[in-house]
Nanobody, 115 residues
Framework: QVQVVESGGGLAQPGGSLRLSCAASGSIVSINAMGWYRQAPGKQRELVATITSGGTTKYADTVKGRFTISRDNAKSTVYLQMNSLKPEDTAVYYC?????????WGKGTLVTVSS
């Protein structure tokens, strides 16, 4: 089993920044990839960014150039630096860890972008 816990959500103004963190614990050996997904009200959950154990990253087109995903393997933590935030980035952000064909999800952290 893998547990993931998100932190760092909150309220930001348009054009502002927030940094999300996701700490993994439990059977973290051989986690293939970790990532961030988000779900806005009335919409389906969508991929935001992922990073593999080797450091390969992938971003949704809507966040390219604004968001950066990174990981600290020593701390088993993944970060999402979000810059130039837009109101449409408002959503609950979920951390995901993929291991052995299984997906593990956190409970989510709310990001609200509003003036």
């Amino acid at each position: 089993q893998v547990q993931v816990v998100e932190s760092g959500g909150g309220l930001a103004q348009p054009g502002g920044s927030l940094r999300l963190s996701c700490a993994a614990s439990g059977s973290i050996v051989s986690i293939n990839a970790m990532g961030w997904y988000r779900q806005a009200p009335g919409k389906q959950r969508e991929l935001v960014a992922t990073i593999t154990s080797g450091g390969t990253t992938k971003y949704a087109d809507t966040v390219k150039g604004r968001f950066t995903i990174s990981r600290d393997n020593a701390k088993s933590t993944v970060y999402l630096q979000m810059n130039s935030l837009k109101p449409e980035d408002t959503a609950v952000y979920y951390c995901n860890a993929a291991r052995g064909g299984m997906n593990y999800w956190g409970k989510g952290t709310l990001v609200t972008v509003s003036s």
